[in-house]
């Protein structure tokens, strides 16, 4: 279904070589060095860009957040999603700030968003609540998988060269550790945590409601697009087609946090190559997000105890990446007449 190229490990060693011929001591720039040379890979260039970004930000709501699981009730997703078309969300400065394309996807709020500047694709009025029935069907969770392919196709039209994944959507948390439990194995305790910021006797309640899921889903690990069906979230849908499509067009994926990463792991569910090119952006503090990492393999940029979500993490990580890119325009040892050490490490 989907046509991911591998990585072109060729551009990796031309920047990797030329890298080591940079007037500083081999490895001195650390982790710069292997970012610079994962974004060669990742776009086939010895020059790689990733200016300028773009955000996509999907929001949808959950049938699940009627038992309480979130600090915050259901109409906080659209009320956020007016507010993020204002300008006025944490992301619109960050965004701004990194010179980042913006856009608002309604992939399945619960209520209709009016005015201007929402991207409407609305597949459904929120999620069902997954202790009762399904989420939704498969044919919906294709559409909102879609919806995120088609949203990132016409992003990198506009000329994006780095993509990052948001996400608004009211008890998502407790939809994303349900997704991670599935997938990892590991108990439903050891992932949840308190998402908006939830008191522990309502994380205890958390962990229920997402057990009763899983006993009544029994959901296949190997099997994303009837998972996401059984205990859902259509925003985690359009996230992981969102991050297919930018990988099939060599786009680098800055991914957020614990939303995110699972809806990541989703897409490498999907395509295997998928998280060949995602870059870990920041740790979350969701306590699950440290086990979604290690699922997919990544080690986090940064860890500033951040947990609001919106790409806004993948945001603050990203002048890194410009960082890493920069270290292009360095003079070599032979051009700068500056004399090379002996030493191997
Ligand atoms: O990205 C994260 O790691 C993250 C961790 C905790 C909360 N959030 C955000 O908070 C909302 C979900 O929290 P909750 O408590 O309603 O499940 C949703 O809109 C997310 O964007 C996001
Ligand atoms: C205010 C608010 C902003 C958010 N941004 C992402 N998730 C959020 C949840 C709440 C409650």
Redesign the pocket.
Known sequence: MFDIPALDEQAGQKVEAHVNQLTKPPGSLGRLEQLVIELAKMTGSHVPQVTPPGVLLF?AD?GV?KTG????PQE??AQ?VMNFVRGGAAINAYSQQIGALFAVVDVGVASDIPGEGVIRQKVKYGTNHFCEEEAMTQEEAKQALLVGYQQANEMIEQGIRCLIV???????????SAILAALSGQKVEQLV??????SDDRIAH?TKVIEQALRLHRPDPSQPLELLAKIGGLEIAAMAGAMLRAAEKRIPILL??????TAALLAKLFHPYAADYMIAGHR???PG?RVALTLLGKEPLLDLS?????G??AAVAFPLLQFAVNMLNMTTFAEASVSQGGEQT
């Open positions: 929001a959950h957040a699981v979130s600090a915050f906080v997703t956020m948001g996400e608004m959507g009211i008890a998502n948390t407790t939809v994303a945590g308190k998402g908006t910021g939830i958390k957020d946090g614990f939303i995110c990463t979350s503090q969701e997000h951040m947990r609001l979500g919106e806004s993490g």
